[in-house]
């Protein structure tokens, strides 16, 4: 089988990891290195907003050497900032407003008063690096999604309170209702503002007022992706999960190697072996098939198995090459034991949903966590009402580690 003709379409993920506000669950680069490598290797185009690459530090340090002294870098990891060459080369995408730039955009963001906006030289370092390959998007309408995301979630949870708690929202309403365009920025400040002129108020005042932080931050991650139509990968949630007591397993192929999860290694991976790896035939087939699952279409399982076997195969042959010779930490845990990854396929037949998995099987013995990867599409027409479904949980409640890539 010709691997290479597998490839049906282009895949355009968004990775919502990037995201640098407090709430994001990333506290070390190496962290943020792996998880933006792991969905290179399964997507031909990865995106990241324009206020993402330009104000998280720790994306900052994958792409400047300047930046990496900045900030904190796993123990025994080396600082690699070699994101640039992903950029150039358009595997690596910053979604960029239409008729902006990053320093027209960095400057608003610093009259403003943006948390981490970054020095010029690294807008200028930035902005050489990505111009030839950015993604435009249209500005209204990602704030307009934002909006609508914000009020949707305060107008669902206004007949569950009352007392103070309901007119906190209704006031956060009535405020988000006028603003055009609601900034995230501005809504933090006014939640701060409501809050520290009630104090010693109800635990009930607190947790709304926190949830309506929550829910912003929640909108502001899907806006982007929701308005350019793209895949959005991030922390797994219930929305991610297809549930176990309707959950029917089509396909389980087990005894892979894992190395291609293995967090420490994709961390200190080179970019020179990832360009390799998005090359090789297996690699392009499993990104079509995954694709194909993602927008609802029945996957070629046979292709699905030969893919994963060749690919897992070929990743552990690369990265043994790669860090014999790299030496460190990272060989003596390539070299410590052998770890398996299993391949899974599920079918919810209520919600009309596929999903895929790969996992690896054991947990390291070294203490070393893992990634997981899940690939589902969304509900279908039979699927529950959309204002019945399970609302995302707050992304610092999720395990970053357990990934999915979904609508």
Known sequence: ????????????????????????????????????????????????????????????????????????????????????????????????????????????????????????????????????????????????????????????????????????????????????????????DWLAGYRSARPGGSAELVLVLQSVDDWAGESYRRALPQALGVGMAGPRDGEGTIPVFRSR????????????????????????VVFEAIEQPSRVALVAELGRLRRGIQPDTAVLRSAVDEFSSWTLEAFERTFRRVGGLAWEHLRGEVRLMRFGLDEDPVAGRLGAGLEVVSPATDGVRDLSLHVVNGPGAAGPDPQRRAQPRPLRELDPFERVVTL
């Open 1 to 188: 089988m010709d691997m290479g003709q597998r490839a049906a379409g282009t895949e355009r993920i968004y990775l919502s990891d990037v995201e640098p506000h407090a709430a994001a669950p990333i506290d070390r680069a190496s962290d943020l290195r792996s998880r933006v490598l792991l969905h290179v290797l399964f997507a031909d185009t990865l995106l990241i907003g324009d206020s993402q690459g330009l104000n998280n530090r720790y994306f900052r340090a994958l792409v400047d050497a300047e930046e990496a002294r900045k900030v904190r870098w796993s123990p025994g990891t080396a600082a690699l900032s070699d994101f640039g060459a992903l950029l150039e080369a358009g595997r690596l995408r910053v979604a960029l407003r239409a008729g902006g730039s990053l320093h027209r955009i960095s400057d608003g963001h610093r009259a403003e008063g943006v948390e981490n906006a970054p020095d010029v030289p690294y807008v200028e370092r930035l902005t050489g690096v990505s111009s030839a390959h950015t993604v435009p998007y249209d500005g209204s309408a990602v704030a307009a999604a934002f909006k609508s995301g914000v009020l949707t979630r305060i107008e669902a949870a206004e007949r569950d309170f009352a007392g103070s708690a309901r007119e906190a929202l209704e006031a956060a309403r009535a405020w988000v209702s006028e603003q055009d365009p609601l900034l995230y920025k501005q809504l933090r």
């Open 249 to 272: 397993r089509l396909v389980e192929y087990a005894g892979f190697p894992a190395v291609m999860l293995d967090n420490l290694l994709l961390s200190q991976l080179p970019v020179e």
